[in-house]
């Protein structure tokens, strides 16, 4: 068993066995959405979830750990598989707050408000999206030049979380 510290483990994919995708997601999706589904094959296992699962864990880092598992559970999502997706976005929350970088934090908290948002748990998916929009501001009011912040601040996913703070 890889140990990253002492406080994460090893990641479970390596561990569990994986259930087949119940086919291409149904309804429209759009950005991150998107580019996880289009990644995974309509039954079986997740192609670009797996590779950065494989390279973050032979590299050990942590950061591209939490992208392959929120990916993991983003795309569970997709298939609306809702125990798994919850899951692999908890883990993923988990090991974003005890890294501390504020990118992987805010977009897991994001997906994580998706999950809830799409489990009807409205209080639940708005709570997290405000902790995602105060990462995100905490990281805009460092960011000196304003092109650079003006374009984090354009970006679809910042977008998303302010509007769904709210």
Request: hydrophobic letters at 35%; glycine letters at 10%.
């Amino acid at each position: 068993m890889v140990r990253w510290s002492s406080q994460i483990s090893t990641p479970r994919s390596a561990d569990r066995a994986r259930s087949p995708g119940a086919g291409p997601p149904r309804g429209r999706l759009t950005g991150a959405r998107a580019r996880v589904a289009s990644t995974r094959p309509c039954r079986g296992g997740s192609r670009g979830a797996d590779r950065s699962l494989e390279i973050a864990t032979r590299t050990e880092s942590r950061k591209y750990i939490v992208r392959a598992w929120r990916l993991e559970g983003e795309a569970a999502l997709a298939r609306r598989q809702w125990d798994e997706a919850e899951r692999w976005l908890g883990d993923a929350l988990r090991l974003a707050q005890a890294t501390g970088d504020p990118r992987q934090l805010w977009k897991t908290q994001a997906g994580l408000g998706r999950f809830h948002a799409e489990r009807r748990n409205f209080e639940a998916a708005r709570r997290t999206y405000q902790a995602a929009r105060e990462v995100v501001d905490r990281v805009l009011a460092r960011i000196e030049h304003p092109g650079l912040r003006a374009g984090l601040e354009r970006g679809p996913l910042v977008r998303e979380i302010r509007d769904r703070a709210s």
